[in-house]
């Protein structure tokens, strides 16, 4: 019985057709329904050809941030010849942000992995696998020649002693083995020239090891008296300087200060000179380009306001008998919320051409992992109450942590938050995350002594639990005055936390 197939059914015989017009050496036969392939040798042959094959689906290095640049394959969840759907789970990428899991697109069976999970630094767009039609012979699929797999994985790599580091070497005085060099100041070596003598004839007392003009002219001093007789340096041989080897370094005296420090290189820890390189991670190269461009392009401003936490403290305490567990920063993100709404001028951002006030109020809660400072998102912060806040924190930053936030949970935000307090630091100043204006840095709340005075106008020593917010403001957005003023109505606020109700 013969298998018949319209050909405006299957695009893969239409392909086959404009590549080979002639029909009958293939065994194409019109009928009723149209043409169809014939049984036997033919259509085995047809079936196995590669024209029936449809070009593989590729699976591109995603863009999963407006910062991404490159990623890191941190594990494939699939294995090559297993089955796909549509929505399923392919392997983890590291962007410059957390780490995301990539999606498949479109049914099939994972043919191909391109770069292996462990690969570091692979630019956008770079082809990591391919997925084929189910049906379609996985084993030999070939990698599209027009995207080639990406350029090898940089590895840090161990130091080769055969390429020697190109160093000019002055050739003016050849120093003489197992004599001394000293660092000269500009007086004394005038001096030493003229009287044709050589540091090494003399102590350097100058601070570190440093040969000054009274070290030459005591010198001087000991020639006239002849007590030692003039240095004049013997001609080399002219030859091509070269770095000294290890061995020709060790076997000369050794000095608490040299003339010239060793160079240093990548090598054992132990070795002097050398030093050993840590990998740095998408996240750790992407927050040290930010913070360098934040505090080389934003004019910062501080202000710092003292707060008595005693009203939150006891409202805290009452929460707690109701079994409703809270931490302070939660009613620090409701006050900052709060004042965000009371005044808007501040919850504005600078996007290069000039400010623009931000309709939603969003903050965003510096966390510190272990591959660097996250800070995601609690969402239209004003209108959240205290425990919704502190289950949205705890919930973000277990998934900060573990490296599973999602780019919309960290991305934007109006207003930042950085607080050391359980660290034990009492007041620090934080950098500004462009393009917001401001970030808050919140230390640790601390008793201090404050001379107040009772109802009858007694003065009298009482405990206040205070706590040092310092905050950063974009000068260009918010000057000085307007900042104060933040400040003052956020002590306000936390002060009475019946205001953030």
Known sequence: MAASWRLGCDSRLL????????????????????????????????????????????????????????????????KEGEAVSAGDALCEIETDKAVVTLDASDDGILAKIVVEEGSKNIRLG????????????????????????????????EPRPSPEPQISIPVKKEHIPGTLRFRLSPAARNILEKHSLDASQGTATGPRGIFTKEDALRLVQLKQTGKITESRPTPAPAATPTAPSPLQTTAGPSYPRPMIPPVSTPGQPSAVGT?????????????????????????????????????????????????????????????????LKQMPDVNVSWDGEGPKQLPFIDI??????????????IKDAAAKGIQEIADSVKALSKKARDGKLLPEEYQGGSFSISNLGMFGIDEFTAVINPPQACILAVGRFRPVLKLTEDEEGNAKLQQRQLITVTMSS?????????????????KANLENPIRLA
């Open 126 to 157: 770079s082809l990591i696998g391919l997925i084929v039609e189910e049906g379609e012979d996985w084993k030999h699929v070939e990698i599209p020649k027009d995207v080639g797999p990406p350029p090898p994985v940089s590895k840090p790599s």
């Open 15 to 78: 392909r086959y057709l404009v590549g080979f017009p002639g029909c009958r050496s293939i065994g194409l036969v019109k009928g009723a329904l149209g043409w169809s392939v014939s049984r036997g040798a033919n259509w085995r042959w047809f079936h196995s050809t590669q024209w029936l094959r449809g070009d593989p689906i590729k699976i591109l290095m995603p863009s999963l941030s407006p910062t991404m640049e490159e990623g890191n394959i941190v594990k494939w969840l699939k």
């Open 474 to 490: 974009d000068s260009r957005v918010v000057d000085d005055e307007l900042a104060t003023r933040f400040l003052k109505s956020f």
């Open 275 to 339: 030093f050993t390189e840590i990998p740095a991670s998408n996240i750790r190269r992407v927050i040290a380009k930010r913070l360098t461009e934040s505090k080389s392009t934003v004019p910062h401003a501080y202000a710092t306001a003292d707060c008595d936490l005693g009203a939150v403290l006891k409202v805290r305490q009452d929460l707690v008998k109701d079994d409703i567990k809270v931490s302070v920063n939660d009613f620090i993100i409701k006050a900052a919320a709060v004042t």
């Open 364 to 377: 965003s809660v510096a966390v510190a992992t272990d591959k660097g400072l996250l800070t995601p998102i």
